[in-house]
């Protein structure tokens, strides 16, 4: 387990990263979300790893995507907050209804971060769909549920997110990173 990698998970739109924006500027160590990342990729080189074109290939790309995050990541000792993480690829495939092969969950089970795992949860004042993120106002519920339950699954304690705006949530993590 890494003690000084603190994931935030939860559904689209739910403010996840503007708050890791937001600990960036406080000078905490940040990794970037892999599925907006891979979807601009695949779709400037016409490639078909989206979630709209092969859902397996997309969960393939973000594991890889997690899994060098996570050697990233582990090299230091200082805080650093993830935008989602390893089990987020196993929650995706759930809420896909596809099978969960057994290498994304053997990469979930040893590729551990900090228990307190932190979820933003669905917030309709600021949800909003765009070219990347295609998803409803109820599969943007839905995926914050099945993350938080996925967590759980491998021993994680969820710590839900205030709705409050940027800075408030901002100091309610600062908080939480420099708890014991």
């Known amino acids: ?20 924006e937001a600990m960036a500027r406080r000078g905490v160590r940040t ?19 989206l979630p709209w074109a092969d859902r397996v290939l997309f969960a393939e790309l973000m594991l890889g995507w997690e899994l ?32 969960v092969p057994a290498h994304v969950e053997a990469a979930a089970r040893l590729h551990r971060y900090n228990r307190q795992v932190f979820l933003a949860p669905y917030w309709d004042a ?13 599969e943007a519920e839905v995926t914050g549920r099945v993350m938080a339950e996925t967590y759980r699954r491998l021993g994680y304690r969820i ?12 100091d309610f993590m600062t908080d939480r990173l420099q708890a014991p």
């Open 126 to 138: 600021i949800f909003t769909q765009d070219a990347e993120r295609k998803q409803d106002r109820q």
């Open 68 to 99: 060098r995050s996570w050697h990233e990541a582990a090299a230091g000792d200082a805080p650093v907050l993830m935008d989602r993480g390893i089990p987020d690829v196993i929650g995706y495939l759930t809420l896909c209804g596809l099978p």
């Open 159 to 170: 710590v839900e997110l205030p709705l409050l705006g940027i800075e408030a949530r901002a």
């Open 1 to 20: 387990m890494c003690d000084h990698m603190f994931v935030v998970t939860g559904g689209p739109g739910s403010g996840k990263s503007s708050l890791i």
């Open 31 to 49: 990794m970037p979300e892999a599925g907006r990342a891979i979807i601009r990729d695949q779709v400037r080189i016409g490639g078909s790893g």
